[in-house]
């Protein structure tokens, strides 16, 4: 029999898993159109899975892990997310950057928001 503890956790990874299928999806659909309307569903995705991803490790582990400056980790991958979106926000508007450099930029933000969780 699970714990309390343990289906929270299971329940919280199924969570994090569809999320992460959520920002799969709408980024495929920005690289196929480079649209206002999906860079802001891809932007939506992203922080939906962020919201859910802090939200979490602050409550299952309760720990938090301190780099050279004295910042959290959590914070510091917060920021680089941001910046990312900020920098793939400024390609989609221009409408001038190639496919690939967006692509590299959207596979930059998985990267980071899974370690953000695991």
Do not use: C, P
Not at 105 to 116: F, M, P, Q, S
């Amino acid at each position: 029999m699970e714990t309390l503890h343990d289906q929270e956790k299971s329940h919280a990874a199924e969570n994090l898993e569809k999320l992460m299928a959520n920002v799969d999806e709408t980024a495929k659909k920005l690289l196929a159109d480079r649209s206002k309307a999906n860079l802001k569903a891809y932007r939506e995705a992203v922080r939906n899975f962020m919201k859910e991803a802090v939200g979490g490790s602050y409550r299952m582990k309760g720990e938090r892990r301190w780099d050279r400056r004295g910042n959290t980790r959590i914070l510091y991958l917060i920021e680089r997310v941001n910046q990312n979106l900020e920098e793939v926000a400024a390609m989609v508007l221009q409408e001038q950057a190639d496919a690939i450099a967006v692509m590299a930029k959207l596979d930059e933000i998985r990267g980071l928001l899974i370690d953000l969780y695991y």
